[in-house]
């Protein structure tokens, strides 16, 4: 199995018994699976985990862009996914190298916050206040996003982070650096890895996945 398990919450560590598994800071869990290093075989078992929430990766991926990491929450007993991520990186002209993550979660689990690096589990009030800052679509369909402030969390850690609701889930974008945030201004699509068929053959992987 190239896919390890881990906390979707935090980075302690976790153990399994008979019951299930447990992290030291957060007691029983669903298990976030991570590969060591993304791959094509790695994310055909992602991918295999992974059925019940889509894999969403903007598409088509620019021109030197990679997959740097990818993950699904889920239960290897009942096989139902709760939450998946994928995280790709490239540069542009105004930001140099730029990381992206797109996270699809039930409410609850917990690993957009984490990955955004802030206290709340799921987006704060500040979702749906308003007109949205930007919109991206998925499926098809026109998904609003809003931003999400980081004031109250690591200054250090330079990112923009925006949160919507997209097929009954929570959607969270998370871009390194803030700045990047830009590059929104484009309607992007978002497509789900699964459906990509043969061209999932072709996808390029490379590069470090993000710190978080």
């Known amino acids: 199995m190239s896919l390890a398990a881990s906390c979707p919450r935090c980075s302690s560590p976790v153990t399994e018994d008979d019951d299930g598994w447990r ?3 957060h007691g029983r869990i669903t298990p976030l699976w991570r590969p060591a290093e993304a791959s094509y075989e790695a994310l055909t078992e992602h991918l295999l985990r992974c059925t019940t929430v889509p894999t969403l ?3 088509p991926l620019s021109p030197g862009w990679t997959i740097t990491d990818f993950g699904c929450v889920g239960s290897p007993r009942d096989g139902e996914a709760r939450a998946s991520l994928a ?3 490239g540069t542009s002209d105004l930001d140099g190298v730029v990381e992206l993550t797109v996270v699809s979660e039930e409410p609850g689990v917990g690993l957009g916050a984490r990955i955004a690096g802030v206290d709340h589990t799921d987006p704060g009030a500040e979702i749906g206040d308003g007109p949205p800052h930007a919109k991206v ?4 369909r026109p998904v609003s996003l809003w931003s999400v ?4 969390s690591d200054s250090n850690f330079d990112r923009s982070v925006f949160a919507g609701e997209a097929q009954g889930r929570w959607l969270w974008l998370v871009m390194r650096p803030a700045s990047a945030a830009l590059l929104l201004n484009d309607e992007w699509i978002l497509l789900d890895v699964s459906d990509l068929g043969p061209e999932l053959m072709e996808l390029p992987f490379g590069g470090h996945p993000p710190p978080w």
């Open 23 to 25: 992290c030291l800071d």
């Open 57 to 59: 990766l903007p598409w």
């Open 87 to 89: 995280s790709c990186s």
């Open 137 to 140: 679509r998925v499926d098809g």
């Open 149 to 152: 402030s980081t004031s109250h």
